[in-house]
């Protein structure tokens, strides 16, 4: 049974940092493209980031590139998203998702239920 | 940047067939994907390469694509589909993963 379970929101101070983590289960991890995907509260799905099956290739989205950093550990089945400099903006559930296949036009096959941030004085 | 645009909501009523469009230029020579988000529930693949239907998403899930509209269809529609929908494609002008901006499906 595929299982991907994100952690690490929580409510953050603008200007400040979070780690989010994913951990994956029931299938070869090191052998799936990952992506973070977000939802801000009542708006639509956003695409985060993306990375390869070794970590060498790395997308951002135009409005976190520079401040997020996505990375991922292979042997420990995990995807981490280091977020700074977060602003307001941010606040979002923060959802991890594996790519079907190799391409870049692959859909995204499995979700976790997400991790909140949220980015507030 | 590739821009995907949805209706913001559909309705209908139990039993009839709805019909979520997904407008963006040439959309038709690209690959959509379609997702159903439920409330406290994970994303669910519903509809992939335009109109495959992955393991466990009943036959009345279908999708479509062509010139600058694709389109899900979900015919004998119930309760249990009452969800919001997404269209996305995979931008390579942009290096990007794009969303449409989601459909609210209400079954009446």
């Known amino acids: 049974q595929v299982q991907l379970v994100e952690s690490g929101g929580g409510l953050v101070k603008p200007g400040g940092s979070l780690r989010l983590s994913c951990e994956v289960s029931?299938?070869?991890?090191?052998?799936?493209?990952m992506s973070w995907i977000r939802q801000a509260p009542g708006k639509g799905l956003e695409w985060v980031s993306y990375?390869?099956?070794?970590?060498?290739?790395?997308f951002y989205g135009d409005s976190v590139r520079g401040r997020f950093t996505i990375s991922r550990d292979n042997a420990k089945n995990t995807l981490y998203l280091q977020m700074s400099s977060l602003r307001v903006e941010d606040t979002a559930v923060y959802y991890c998702?594996?790519?079907?296949?190799?391409?870049?036009?692959?859909?995204?096959?499995?979700w976790g239920q997400g991790t909140l941030v949220t980015v507030s004085s | 940047s590739y821009v995907l645009t949805q209706p913001p909501s559909v309705s209908v009523a139990p039993g009839e067939t709805a019909r979520i469009t997904c407008g963006g230029n040439n959309i038709g020579s690209m690959s959509v994907h379609w997702y159903q988000l439920k409330p406290g529930q994970a994303p669910l693949l519903a509809i992939y390469y335009n109109n495959e239907r992955p393991s466990g998403i009943p036959e009345r899930f279908s999708g479509s694509n062509s010139g600058n509209t694709a389109t899900l269809t979900i015919n004998r529609v119930g309760a249990g589909d009452e969800a919001d929908y997404y269209c996305q494609v995979w931008d390579s002008s942009g290096d990007a993963w794009v969303f449409g901006g989601g459909t609210k499906l209400t079954v009446l």
């Open positions: 029931g299938f070869i991890f090191g052998d799936y493209y």
């Open positions: 998702a594996s790519l079907y296949g190799s391409g870049t036009a692959t859909p995204f096959d499995y």
């Open positions: 990375i390869s099956t070794s970590g060498t290739s790395k």
